[in-house]
């Protein structure tokens, strides 16, 4: 089950699953680029200033959220990565806050307008997509299963085709960012079984995490679609967030 819960409501370090997201474009969305770090100023120099503003609105969304969770300034957290599921590679692993000490395990996502982050006491993969025309027209064909491509050539319209899809893509990025590995894998190998109802079972290969996952897709305002994966067993209620308006470096948060 999945409560929405008001904006306002800032929980302790959760014991549940906690998702909250951002409208993060328009000119009521400014960012806080004193809280950024430099990887992030340097991230946020490289892209066109519409880009830049953005991006700036999203990263300090999560470092607000992320420093009231954990009780510290937004700007003294730092950022890392959990060891490769499959290599044990330190550098490409799922992301986690490293500083300050901490168990929590996190996902975030970025689609243009919109942000998602996760926080929960296990493995845990978010992913929201903003519905948009297919561009290439042999996509399907490479990335879903036989049983997903047959789903999609039920859909009536192309739009109705392409949230279909959108739904595939999202749960399947959702539990191969809680595996740990991302995309960066063979997805027709996985399926998302899209006629089911949420939250779908879900089954990876990937030894080290959990194998089997439940997905839930989040009931999000159009153009946008979501999923968030967990592990099978966790039993872990789900709470959504829609996060407040990110203050300005010259508009400090009220002091509750």
Known sequence: MITTVESSAMPAVPAAVDIWWWLTSGPDRPGDPSVLGPAEHAAAARLPPHRAAEYIAYRSAVRHTLGRLLDAPPASLAFGRRPCPECGDPDHGPPRVTHPDNSLWISISHTPGCVMLAVAPHEIGVDVEKQRPLRSPDLAARVLTPSERAHLAQAPDPARH???????????????????????????????????????????????????????????????????????????VLRLHEGVRTPSAAEPPPVS
Not at 169 to 183: C, D, H, S
Not at 208 to 217: I, N
Not at 219 to 227: E, N
């Open 162 to 236: 392409d949230r279909a899809f959108l739904t595939c893509w999202t749960r399947k990025e959702a539990t191969l960012k809680a595996v740990g590995i991302g995309i960066a894998t063979d997805l027709s190998a996985l399926d998302s079984h899209p006629a089911t109802p949420s939250p779908a079972h879900l089954t990876t290969t990937v030894q080290g995490p959990p194998t089997s996952w439940h997905v839930h897709d989040l009931a999000l305002p159009d153009p946008y679609i979501a999923a968030v994966a967990l592990p099978a067993d966790a039993g872990s």
